[in-house]
């Protein structure tokens, strides 16, 4: 009985056996046990993890991008800058190289800060390109249809006198009402202020409206007269340009051929125009004129273009003169 005793007592634990097929986990202690819900957990979490590894992955290719962005228009600006710096300087190779190929909007805007008065002038002292400073002024809204008169008003204004287009539309300028009944040689078809009630004049009434506000802004005698120039050849006006004298030329406002229309008829038997417009001439250079347009349409135009459409509307152009 004795030795039954003492063998119980030196005999090991007996172990709980593990079903088939069954993992036994060890349990860690502080933490709790595996079960159902631990595993659905995990599960779960795989794919919220991978969502946000995606996430920062897109946010650091962004900020590659921008960054790159931003290191090309730092790079460009320098080159801008550069070729600025090289323009302004006047070297007759490098500004023949920029108009020979045409750097497009970039070339516009750097030739643009350039000062008005810098002109650049070829073997001989022949000048390549003029920009006289003048202030353009728009004919809307009060002028609807006073294209005319307002290119008038830019040019007095830029000779120094205190012209306003509404004053020379008003007390100046000839006009006739109805608008199928005038001239427009000899005056303003109906009202410049009216939307439906006015069309157009052509050189003398502008020339006739002009002289009788020099004559009342200095009684004792102006120092210019209106001049009525029409044809004058693109070379020919150059030469006004060239002379610091801007010109008020008539085209179409779309630099199109003329159209004509309208159930009546001018005087002279033909259709009035239906696309004229008149504006002033600034200037030029390789590539063609610079405008100060009253509709404010354009700033340029082909040497191509103004050619033709100035010469299918008569070469008619009108320009205020110094006195001899």
């Not at 920062?56 to 320098?78: C, E, F, M, Q, Y």
Request: proline share 9%; charged share 15%.
């Amino acid at each position: 009985m004795v030795e039954f005793t003492q063998t119980l007592a030196f005999a090991p634990p007996a172990r709980r056996p593990t079903p088939a097929g069954r993992v036994q986990v060890r349990r860690v202690p502080g933490r709790p046990a595996a079960g159902p819900a631990r595993r659905r957990a995990a599960v779960y979490a795989a794919p919220a993890r991978s969502r946000a590894c995606a996430r920062r992955r897109a946010v650091r290719r962004r900020h590659d991008i921008l960054r790159a962005w931003l290191w090309a228009a730092a790079a460009l600006l320098l080159v801008g800058t550069a070729a600025l710096s090289l323009l302004v300087s006047g070297r007759p190779a490098l500004r023949a190289l920029w108009h020979s190929y045409g750097m497009g909007a970039a070339r516009d805007i750097l030739t643009a800060a350039l000062p008005p008065a810098v002109k650049a002038s070829a073997p001989g002292n022949v000048p390549q390109s003029v920009q006289l400073p003048v202030q353009n002024i728009a004919q809307k809204p009060e002028l609807p249809n006073g294209c005319e008169i307002t290119s008038a008003a830019i040019a007095l204004v830029y000779l120094g006198y205190p012209a306003d287009k509404c004053t020379l539309a008003a007390q100046y300028l000839p006009c006739r009402a109805p608008y199928y009944a005038a001239d427009p040689e000899q005056t303003y078809m109906g009202d410049p202020f009216s939307r439906g009630g006015g069309y157009y004049c052509m050189t003398g009434p502008v020339v006739a409206a002009v002289n009788a506000y020099l004559a009342d802004a200095a009684p004792q005698g102006s120092g210019h007269t209106a001049a009525d120039l029409s044809g004058s050849t693109p070379a020919e006006l150059k030469t006004l340009l060239d002379r610091g004298v801007p010109v008020l030329v008539w085209v179409t406002t779309d630099f199109n051929a003329p159209r004509t229309g309208h159930s009546f008829a001018l005087p002279n038997g033909q259709k009035p125009y239906t696309n004229l417009h008149c504006l002033v001439l600034t200037g030029y250079d390789r590539d063609g004129f610079l405008l100060a347009d009253p509709l404010e349409n354009y700033t340029r135009v082909s040497s191509r273009t103004f050619d033709e459409v100035y010469t299918a509307m008569g070469s008619r152009a009108v320009a205020i003169l110094p006195k001899r």
